[in-house]
C-alpha cells in the first residue's frame, strides 16, 4: 500500500446504542454521477457529526459504473443462497448514534438527500439489546476481531479498492417463541455457547450444527476466515430479529459461511436457520474516503 488511505471510520466507530438502515434503488437512467453527488451532501463520513456516524456503500454495478478503477475484482452482486433470498439494491447507508432521534433525523435528511435520484427500498431501524445480546438472548460479538485487529480482517489492504470494505446486509426474522420454548441446554447447543455468559461449549458437547461450528471455517491457507460483524438486533412485539451486516477485506468468506449454514452440507446445516429465517440479502462495497473524494471532490468539502 503507497500512502495512508483512510477506510471509512463509521464502521469502527464502538458505544452507539441507536442504528438505522437505509437501502436504496437508483431510478432507472439517473446518472451514477449524479447518485454519488447526491450521496456527498449528507454530512462528510470523515467525522461523527452529531454524535452520528454514516458509513456509505453501493452496491456492485453502481459503484463499479462510479469508479471502475476503484471496485475491486470479486465485487458481485447478492445470489441466492439455500432458503436466503437475493434483494440486491444500489446504496446501503448504516446511521448510528448515541439516540434514535439523531439517526432518524439523518436518515430523513438522507431520503431527501438521494430524492432526485433513487427510491428507499427498505429501512430498519435498530438498537442494541441489553449487553450487546441478539434478540435470542446471546451475547452477539464475543469472537468479533478486537477493534485493534478489526482494519485487518475488514479492510482491502492493496490494489483495487484499496482502503474500501466488502459488505454483507441480511435481515433475519426470528420465530422466538419457538426458540424461548427451547430448554437452556438445547438452546446453547444451536448457538455452541453458554447463553448467561457467552462460553464456548466443550468439543465433545458443540453439535455439528451449532452456528458457532458452521461459521468457524478454514481458507485454503489453512487459516481461520474472519469477518467482522456489526449487526444489531430490532423488533417490535409482533416481529423480531436480526439486522446481519458485517465487513470483510474479501468476499469470499460470506459465501462460505452463508453456503455451511443454509445448505444442506452432507446433511448438516446450522440449526439456528430452523429459528430464524433470512427474508433479504445484499452485497455492497464502503469505499475509502479517499475513493469517495476521487468520485466526487465534493466529499472533501467541509
Ligand atoms: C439469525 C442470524 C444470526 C444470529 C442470531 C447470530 C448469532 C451469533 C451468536 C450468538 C454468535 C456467538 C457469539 C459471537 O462470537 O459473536 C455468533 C457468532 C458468529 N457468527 Fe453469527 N449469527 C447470525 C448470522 C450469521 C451470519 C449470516 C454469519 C456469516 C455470514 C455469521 C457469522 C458468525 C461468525 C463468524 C461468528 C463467530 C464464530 C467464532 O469465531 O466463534 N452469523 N453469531
Given at each position: 500500500m503507497s500512502g495512508y488511505v483512510a477506510a471509512q471510520p463509521g464502521i469502527f466507530a464502538q458505544g452507539t446504542r441507536a442504528h438505522y438502515y437505509l437501502e436504496f434503488d437508483v431510478r432507472g437512467g439517473a446518472d451514477p454521477d449524479a447518485v454519488i453527488s447526491a450521496l456527498s451532501r449528507l454530512r462528510e463520513p470523515a467525522v461523527t457529526s452529531g454524535g452520528a456516524n454514516i458509513v456509505i456503500a453501493l452496491g456492485p454495478d453502481l459503484w463499479r459504473r462510479i469508479a471502475p478503477d476503484d471496485a475491486p475484482a470479486g465485487l458481485q452482486p447478492f445470489v441466492p443462497i439455500g432458503t436466503a433470498p437475493a434483494t440486491q439494491h444500489d446504496v446501503f447507508l448504516w446511521l448510528h448514534g448515541t439516540n434514535h432521534d439523531v439517526v432518524l433525523d439523518m436518515a430523513r435528511a438522507a431520503v431527501v438527500a438521494l430524492g432526485g435520484v433513487a427510491d428507499l427500498a427498505t429501512e430498519q431501524p435498530a438498537f442494541v439489546y441489553l449487553d450487546s445480546r441478539d434478540m435470542t438472548g446471546f451475547v452477539d460479538g464475543t469472537e468479533n476481531p478486537p477493534i485493534w485487529e478489526a482494519p485487518d480482517v475488514a479492510i482491502v489492504p492493496e490494489g483495487a479498492g484499496v482502503g474500501g470494505s466488502f459488505v454483507l446486509v441480511m435481515r433475519w426474522v426470528h420465530d422466538l417463541g419457538r426458540f424461548h420454548a427451547l430448554s437452556k441446554e438445547d438452546q446453547e447447543g444451536v448457538i455452541g455457547r453458554t447463553k448467561p455468559d457467552s462460553v464456548e461449549l466443550a468439543a465433545g458437547v458443540?453439535?455439528?450444527?451449532a452456528h458457532i461450528a458452521r461459521v468457524v471455517v478454514d481458507d485454503d491457507e489453512g487459516n481461520e476466515r474472519e469477518i467482522f460483524r456489526r449487526s444489531t438486533p430490532f423488533g417490535t412485539v409482533h416481529e423480531q430479529g436480526l439486522q446481519f451486516v458485517a465487513f470483510c477485506r474479501e468476499p469470499e468468506s460470506f459465501s462460505v459461511m452463508l453456503h455451511r449454514m443454509l445448505d444442506d452440507d452432507g446433511g448438516v446445516h446450522d440449526r439456528l436457520t430452523d429459528f430464524s429465517t433470512p427474508v433479504s440479502g445484499s452485497f455492497y462495497f464502503a469505499p475509502s474516503i479517499d475513493a469517495l473524494v476521487r468520485a466526487c471532490p465534493a466529499f472533501d468539502d467541509d
Amino acid at each position: 500500500m503507497s500512502g495512508y488511505v483512510a477506510a471509512q471510520p463509521g464502521i469502527f466507530a464502538q458505544g452507539t446504542r441507536a442504528h438505522y438502515y437505509l437501502e436504496f434503488d437508483v431510478r432507472g437512467g439517473a446518472d451514477p454521477d449524479a447518485v454519488i453527488s447526491a450521496l456527498s451532501r449528507l454530512r462528510e463520513p470523515a467525522v461523527t457529526s452529531g454524535g452520528a456516524n454514516i458509513v456509505i456503500a453501493l452496491g456492485p454495478d453502481l459503484w463499479r459504473r462510479i469508479a471502475p478503477d476503484d471496485a475491486p475484482a470479486g465485487l458481485q452482486p447478492f445470489v441466492p443462497i439455500g432458503t436466503a433470498p437475493a434483494t440486491q439494491h444500489d446504496v446501503f447507508l448504516w446511521l448510528h448514534g448515541t439516540n434514535h432521534d439523531v439517526v432518524l433525523d439523518m436518515a430523513r435528511a438522507a431520503v431527501v438527500a438521494l430524492g432526485g435520484v433513487a427510491d428507499l427500498a427498505t429501512e430498519q431501524p435498530a438498537f442494541v439489546y441489553l449487553d450487546s445480546r441478539d434478540m435470542t438472548g446471546f451475547v452477539d460479538g464475543t469472537e468479533n476481531p478486537p477493534i485493534w485487529e478489526a482494519p485487518d480482517v475488514a479492510i482491502v489492504p492493496e490494489g483495487a479498492g484499496v482502503g474500501g470494505s466488502f459488505v454483507l446486509v441480511m435481515r433475519w426474522v426470528h420465530d422466538l417463541g419457538r426458540f424461548h420454548a427451547l430448554s437452556k441446554e438445547d438452546q446453547e447447543g444451536v448457538i455452541g455457547r453458554t447463553k448467561p455468559d457467552s462460553v464456548e461449549l466443550a468439543a465433545g458437547v458443540k453439535p455439528a450444527t451449532a452456528h458457532i461450528a458452521r461459521v468457524v471455517v478454514d481458507d485454503d491457507e489453512g487459516n481461520e476466515r474472519e469477518i467482522f460483524r456489526r449487526s444489531t438486533p430490532f423488533g417490535t412485539v409482533h416481529e423480531q430479529g436480526l439486522q446481519f451486516v458485517a465487513f470483510c477485506r474479501e468476499p469470499e468468506s460470506f459465501s462460505v459461511m452463508l453456503h455451511r449454514m443454509l445448505d444442506d452440507d452432507g446433511g448438516v446445516h446450522d440449526r439456528l436457520t430452523d429459528f430464524s429465517t433470512p427474508v433479504s440479502g445484499s452485497f455492497y462495497f464502503a469505499p475509502s474516503i479517499d475513493a469517495l473524494v476521487r468520485a466526487c471532490p465534493a466529499f472533501d468539502d467541509d
